[in-house]
Structure formats: structure tokens, C-alpha cells
DNA sequence: TGGAATGTTGGAAC
DNA sequence: CGTTCCAACATTCC
């Protein structure tokens, strides 16, 4: 369920149920009380990076799906839901193995807008004078640095530095700033790349390092390790991703 | 069927 | 007190 574009594709089928009210609000959350919901109009839906976002007069509910959270629209599945909102037209919202969290100040001075790696105020500029602030850190690392590329996850990271031929242990001071410009830019194209094949239902299909074991490009089998801070699993091509060290 | 996986947090340990 | 490490959580698929 995770990553950026599908929180992206979830926004999308939700839209609808923006200016609808909820009439009834229920599910397990042990963190938020949900009957707040309850009686208040659904004023927006936003997202940044992997969080969604449900906007209220005064309050918003942020869902989180983690690794295993989903959610069904108009449907419920067997398992008891984290967080269900029934609106009154009928229509339905269901979450379920998501975090829920009840936040009461403003959107714009919790989330830098700018590090959305799918949103209308991307600055890869910004991103750029981030990332250079971490020198010493590993590009696999950085990528997955919510703070930097909000909604990057582990696939979409592979999947960048395959198609940017950098090692995931590079430096960030080693990598030429012609380099990390291009894995920047790249970084916001693969996330809509990875959204209209996520729609098509052909992301796996389209992977060309994550979970693969040959290379496309020189036909040398891909490494596979757990790297990084998270040691995370990382698949790349140790002839033609360039190491930067 | 056990193990691993698109993720994050909170508290223990040092 | 700051940093790092790891368990915990939750679900589906192979």
C-alpha cells in the first residue's frame, strides 16, 4: 500500500467525498477518538508523501498506512476497521492496519510543502540544498528521507539509482552535483511514472531493479543487500551503478 | 507454513 | 543528555 503515488491514487478516489458530512464515526483506533469526525463536513483531502490527510473545520485526521495498511471505499473487508467513516449519502470510507493521528494545528506549519516528492510545491532546489547538507550520508539513505523526499520508499528508491546508475552506498559529497541533480529530478519523474503503472496495474511488471535478480542493461546479476541506516533491502547492479565513494 | 515485505515509532541501551 | 539500536505493530503473499 505505501509509497507516495498510491497515497496519490487514494486521494484521487477519495476527492468525492469532500463537502460531504460524516454521520457516523467508528474503528479500534486506540490513539485518536474518531467520534470526533462525527456531525463535521469533510472540508478537503490532502497528502504529503506517505500521509493522507482527512481535513475538518478545525481538526485534521492523519492516516498513515505503514507497511501493511489498506483502506476500501464504498466496501468493508472481514477485519475489523482501524477507523470507518459513514457520510450522509450513504458513502463510505474504511481504513484498516493504519495509524491514525488527530492533529489540531495548521497543515502548513507541520509539513515543509516543498519536500512532497509529488506535490505542486516540489522544489527539487530546496531538495538539493538539503541533501547537500548531509555529506557523509549514503544516497540510499537519503533518499529515503521523509524530511527530504516525502513518499519515496524502498521501491522507488531502487528503482532511481538503477535508472541513474549510482551505487546506493555512494557519498553524497563524492556524487558530482551534475549526478545528484539528475537523481533529484529523477526521483519526482519515476514517482508519476510509478503512479500511471500502479493505475495500469503493471508496477511490478515494470520494475527493472527492485526484487530482480538480472540487470537489463549488461545482463550481470543484481546484488541484493540490507544497506543503509534502516538496512533496507537494496538491489543494484554492482558493474553499472557507479560507485561514488 | 514460516518468513519476509512498499514503514515508522518509541523506548531501551549505551 | 544525545545518539543508536531494536522490538513492536499490522497484513498479505509466496
Known amino acids: 500500500m505505501p509509497e507516495g503515488p498510491s497515497i496519490v491514487i487514494l486521494k484521487e478516489q477519495a476527492l468525492s467525498f469532500v463537502g460531504k458530512e460524516v454521520v457516523k464515526a467508528a474503528g479500534n483506533s486506540k490513539t485518536t477518538n474518531v467520534k470526533v469526525c462525527e456531525n463535521k463536513v469533510l472540508v478537503d483531502i490532502k497528502s504529503w508523501g ?19 495498511g489498506t483502506y476500501r471505499i464504498n466496501q468493508e ?3 475489523p476497521p482501524r477507523l470507518s467513516l459513514l457520510f450522509n449519502d450513504g458513502s463510505k470510507l474504511n481504513f484498516y492496519g493504519c495509524s491514525i493521528l488527530l492533529i489540531e494545528e495548521s497543515l502548513d506549519e507541520l509539513y ?13 532546489n530546496k531538495a538539493y540544498k538539503k541533501v547537500t547538507q548531509y555529506p557523509q550520508a549514503l544516497i540510499c539513505d537519503i533518499l529515503l528521507d521523509q524530511n527530504i523526499f516525502s513518499g519515496v520508499g524502498n521501491i522507488i528508491k531502487n528503482e532511481v539509482l538503477f535508472r541513474c546508475m549510482v551505487h ?22 519515476y514517482c508519476f511514472q510509478f503512479l500511471e503503472w500502479k493505475k495500469e496495474f503493471t508496477l511490478k511488471k515494470h ?28 538491489f543494484y547492479c554492482a558493474k553499472c551503478q557507479k560507485v561514488y565513494a
Open 50 to 68: 506517505k500521509h493522507f490527510l482527512l481535513c475538518f473545520e478545525d481538526f485534521t485526521i492523519k492516516i498513515h498506512f505503514l507497511l501493511f
Open 77 to 79: 473487508k472481514e477485519t
Open 112 to 124: 515543509d510543502w516543498s519536500a512532497d516528492a509529488m506535490g505542486v510545491g516540489w522544489d527539487a
Open 168 to 189: 546506493p552506498e555512494s557519498r553524497v559529497e563524492k556524487i558530482p552535483a551534475k549526478v545528484l541533480k539528475l537523481v533529484i529530478e529523477e526521483t519526482r519523474n
Open 207 to 234: 520494475w527493472l531493479a527492485h526484487d530482480k535478480k538480472i540487470c537489463s542493461r549488461d545482463q550481470m546479476p543484481l546484488a541484493k543487500q540490507y544497506l543503509g541506516k534502516t538496512n533496507r533491502r537494496t
